[in-house]
């Protein structure tokens, strides 16, 4: 577990604390502010008391950067931080926020927060601090995917390549497919030909394009390996994955296309007698 501890101001003659809990026992570390402190002097005792704290909380691993501390234990911890006039100068962040505008602005690098943003699990998606140097301190934050979600699909089991080296010489190889980069399984799921058989294959309007049982399945435009959404919080159809399903009279819908005109004509077979035709542009 990880945590970021942000002094937002200083003020004179007020305590600024850090309680910690662990497995129901807590440790707590404060300082009191002089005339003369700033935020290096408050992180600096803080960071001290930390260190000298026993047990479950000896585990702790802190960083001090220029107006944080970032904690990190193996151990779940819950951690309460409050200082200044109003108790708003020292802030925290663990493992889910709110809302991004609660990003502490200097982090290390590879922290990942989870930005909750409303009840509905669809807003949800998750922030990584990438670091300028590549270890801490100043830099930004970018949508990345779930600790907990699969990278993505297995490329030994998709659709390979074929590709001519020489007179009556070719070469079969797997294709790289690029892996879901951003979100989780509600906020980007994988492309519906997972699990399922590919019936066949195209190209269409600059997209790679499989059908799989009632579904058309179309990668990024320009992108023809990648048929994940870019973004979780992205719902613009040219520019995420475009996946066409078709359900008639319950039954089993046998897929044929043809390409004419830049249109992407789909016949669906429903008996031997039976052809329904849909258009895609």
């Known amino acids: 577990m990880k945590a970021s501890i942000e002094v937002q101001y200083v003020t004179a003659q007020t305590t600024y604390t850090i309680e910690i809990t662990i497995n129901g026992n ?19 005792d803080l960071e001290t008391d930390i260190n000298a704290m026993t047990g479950d909380h000896a585990q702790i691993t802190v960083t001090k950067l220029a107006n944080s501390l970032e904690l990190t234990s193996s151990i779940a911890m819950d951690i309460h931080a409050e ?6 100068g020292l802030t ?46 100043e830099g930004y934050w970018e949508e990345t995917i779930s600790p907990s979600a699969s990278p993505g699909i297995n490329d030994s089991t998709l659709p390979h390549e074929l ?25 980007n799921p994988h492309p519906s030909f997972v699990d399922q058989k590919i019936s066949a294959g195209f190209f269409h309007n600059n997209r790679l394009g499989f059908l799989s049982q009632d579904n058309v399945i179309m990668s990024q435009s320009g992108d023809f390996f990648n048929f994940y959404f870019k973004s979780s919080q992205t719902c ?18 046998f897929m ?17 007698s039976l052809c329904l035709p849909m258009l895609v542009c």
């Open 256 to 272: 044929q296309h043809c390409l004419q005109h830049k249109v992407l004509s789909c016949f669906l077979k429903i008996n031997s």
């Open 83 to 88: 200082g200044g006039l109003d108790n708003r």
């Open 236 to 253: 613009i159809l040219n520019l995420t994955q475009l996946i066409l399903a078709v359900h008639l009279l319950n039954r089993r819908l």
């Open 92 to 137: 925290v962040v663990e493992d889910e926020v709110a809302s991004v505008s609660l990003l502490p602005l200097k982090s290390v690098h590879g922290r990942t927060v989870k930005i909750i943003n409303t009840a509905a699990a669809a807003d949800t998606y998750w922030a990584k601090f990438e670091a300028h140097d590549g270890v801490s301190g």
């Open 163 to 187: 590709i001519n080296t020489g007179v009556n010489a070719f070469t079969f190889k797997e294709l790289d497919y690029e892996n879901r980069l951003v979100g989780d399984d509600k906020t």
């Open 26 to 44: 807590s440790q707590s570390a404060t300082y009191t502010t002089s005339s003369s402190a700033d935020v290096d002097t408050i992180l600096t």
